[in-house]
T-cell receptor
């Protein structure tokens, strides 16, 4: 079974700063996907970014990018030019690419607060 | 285009009772996954329904059961409620059996409180 660990329960930065959220995972699988999900105070979880393990190039979505280190089993999220609307819980998640039936395995989350 | 909807929004039950939560997937989706999110924790996978069958189950007891209807909507049933079942229950929909390449869309959740 895989595990996902997020070691930062809470982080706070000023608006427009860059912030990096950490995530490590453990798995014996070689083919998998990693995700960052955002859960704003309204509760609806939305996908921020997805990384395929077999791709060496780090995924990027506008202000969001990841640093994927497969050998170290590390998957951090960088948010550039942070905005007040980025305030939310951020969850790192894992899914085995052999099929989605096993669902997502989530970490405990990091509460990110963007200060004005 | 309606996203994933869940009902009810909030629910209060007492220990030993039974509860049914409902989920309607996003239009075009045929796969529904259920997650339990305890306070201060990440969501935990309960099970997934595809083609009206439970495909896989997480580490949850048989008190948790579900159903998927021909229109792809789904129900989560929890019997003999325990205090520890108090949580936010999230439904996520996707297509093609929930492939990792397909985005899972989450509903707003049902907050269950067991007294």
């Amino acid at each position: 079974a895989q595990t996902v660990t997020q070691s930062q329960p809470e982080m706070s930065v000023q608006e427009a700063e860059t912030v990096t959220l950490s995530c490590t995972y453990d798995t014996s699988e070689s083919n998998y996907y990693l995700f960052w999900y955002k859960q704003p105070p309204s509760r609806q979880m939305i996908l921020v970014i997805r990384q395929e393990a077999y791709k060496q190039q780090n995924a990027t979505e506008n202000r969001f990018s990841v640093n994927f280190q497969k050998a170290a089993k590390s998957f951090s999220l960088k948010i550039s030019d942070s905005q007040l609307g980025d305030t939310a819980m951020y969850f790192c998640a894992f899914m085995y690419s052999g099929g989605g039936a096993d669902g997502l395995t989530f970490g405990k989350g990091t509460h990110l607060i963007i200060q004005p | 285009d309606a996203g994933v909807t869940q009902s009810p929004t909030h629910l209060i039950k007492t220990r030993g009772q039974q509860v049914t939560l409902r989920c309607s997937p996003k239009s075009g989706h045929d796969t529904v996954s259920w997650y339990q999110q305890a306070l201060g924790q990440g969501p935990q996978f309960i099970f997934q329904y595809y083609e009206e069958e439970e495909r896989q189950r997480g580490n949850f007891p048989d008190r948790f059961s579900g159903h998927q209807f021909p229109n792809y909507s789904s129900e989560l049933n929890v019997n003999a409620l325990l205090l520890g079942d108090s949580a936010l229950y999230l439904c996520a929909s996707s297509s093609r059996g929930g492939q990792a390449t397909d985005t899972q869309y989450f509903g707003p959740g049902t907050r269950l409180t067991v007294l």
